[in-house]
């Protein structure tokens, strides 16, 4: 692996993923960046380029996943992002609920005879139940 | 829960990034601990008066009802 998790945090305030917190860190990012650039800018259209930047995403996609995982977090850090991820599903769920009924409501004041919601709206509140569902079993038999 | 580590840090010259290395926590948490905003699992507080070199959790840690 490339990266070290040790170069990096949390990003709590501004979304997901991790920030740079030393100087290694942002050389790391550079060192993505600039092949990147580069490459794009000398030849666009190329096939080449196509192919070197869908393995370059790859190679660092795996290393991304390594330094999450890799990242050292507390019982307290663990805490308060438990909260904050269940804070932010339930933000989720609340708009997904209401254009699933919004686009349901729409569908009836139109006399639809079949329902016309998004049905990737209803799987991704699915999925969240059978994550949770599973996340639970599995915690429950642990301990 | 209310606890003495800052008084038995600094009777030990221990600064808080030093305790947060040895108990193996941010130094956020030690802050925490300190300002008693915190309640540690018993592992940590384990490893705290551990670091603290204590022997029981009550030399550190006082429960309040």
């Known amino acids: 692996m490339i990266g070290n998790p040790k170069w990096f945090s949390r990003r709590k305030y501004t979304g997901w993923g991790f920030t740079p917190k030393t100087w290694q860190g942002w050389v790391y990012i550079a060192v993505i960046m600039l092949p990147i650039a580069i490459v794009a800018s000398v030849n666009p259209e190329g096939t080449w380029t196509s192919v070197f930047l869908i393995i370059w995403a790859l190679v660092f996609a795996v290393d991304f996943i390594h330094i999450m995982v890799g990242m050292r977090k507390d019982e307290r850090e663990r805490i308060h992002e438990a909260i904050a991820e269940r804070n932010a599903l339930w933000a989720i769920l609340a708009v997904l609920i209401f254009a699933l009924a919004y686009q349901t409501a729409s569908g009836i004041a139109a006399h639809a005879l079949t329902p016309t919601f998004d049905p990737f709206i209803l799987a991704a509140i699915i999925a969240a139940v059978i994550a949770k569902a599973a996340t639970n079993i599995y915690l429950d038999r642990k301990n | ?65």
């Open chain 2, 1 to 65: 829960m209310r606890n003495t580590i800052a008084q038995r840090r600094s009777e030990l010259s221990m600064t808080q990034e030093k305790l947060a290395d040895l108990v193996g926590v941010a130094r956020q948490t030690i802050i925490a601990l300190e300002q008693n905003k915190y309640n540690p699992s018993l592992l940590l507080a384990h490893a705290v008066v551990k670091a603290l070199q204590k022997k029981r959790i009550e030399d550190i840690f006082t429960f309040e009802d």
